[in-house]
């Protein structure tokens, strides 16, 4: 049974936070709100972990994860960026954005895109997921909630843990969020090419 953990939206109890992280150190999978809807995620090290997320959302090995990073300097040591996608990118994080790259040699192989060696990035401004990601002091593995045959992510942490109560450990809950998941921008061919428009303004990147 999942733990439903209520955390304040601009000030989150630190004692809160601190049970969180302790928990994804234990390779707990959590439910977690930030500005474009509710995300999965993980400790990067967490194999499991990983394989719950690609069982609730019915996903294969061709997904592309993310890693939620707390800054663009934490981003740049998991991505390859060249001068024109380092501005881009600085310029619209943090934000609802899902950015696709080349992976460094810091992403375990298992997160990248089996094929093609990419990874999502991505930056947020959300208080309670900066604090979790402070604390834990590397990006999060993280997926958009959107369960099979849905287009838009979940924003409601009660009728997350009503719904997939034993198949996730904790659901943080911090008060209203956006339904609209992040814009998608696959950057791993050298030029943008928006994949997914949403919560982001899809037209910085389009030409």
């Not at 001068?83 to 810091?106: D, Q």
Request: proline share 6%.
């Amino acid at each position: 049974m999942a733990r439903f953990l209520d955390v304040h939206p601009e000030n989150p109890q630190a004692r809160t936070i601190g049970q969180i992280v302790a928990a994804l150190r234990d390779d707990a999978l959590i439910a977690y709100p930030t500005d474009s809807g509710y995300a999965l995620g993980c400790q990067l090290g967490n194999r499991e972990g990983r394989d719950r997320i690609l069982r609730l959302r019915e996903l294969d090995e061709r997904h592309d994860f993310t890693l939620m990073c707390k800054d663009f300097a934490q981003l740049g040591q998991f991505v390859k960026l060249d001068n024109a996608a380092f501005r881009a990118i600085k310029a619209a994080t943090p934000g609802p954005y899902t950015f696709i790259l080349p992976a460094t040699s810091e992403v375990p192989r298992r997160l990248m895109h089996a094929k093609k060696k990419t990874v999502g990035v991505r930056i947020t401004d959300h208080p309670v997921v900066c604090a979790i990601l402070h604390e834990l002091g590397e990006p999060m593995l993280t997926s958009t909630l959107m369960l099979p045959g849905e287009d838009t992510a979940r924003t409601q942490g009660w009728e997350i843990k009503e719904e997939l109560d034993h198949q996730i450990d904790i659901v943080v809950e911090a008060g209203e969020t956006s339904a609209e998941p992040t814009t998608v921008v696959d950057w791993s061919q050298g030029y943008p090419e928006v994949l997914r428009v949403g919560a982001g303004d899809p037209s910085r990147f389009e030409s």
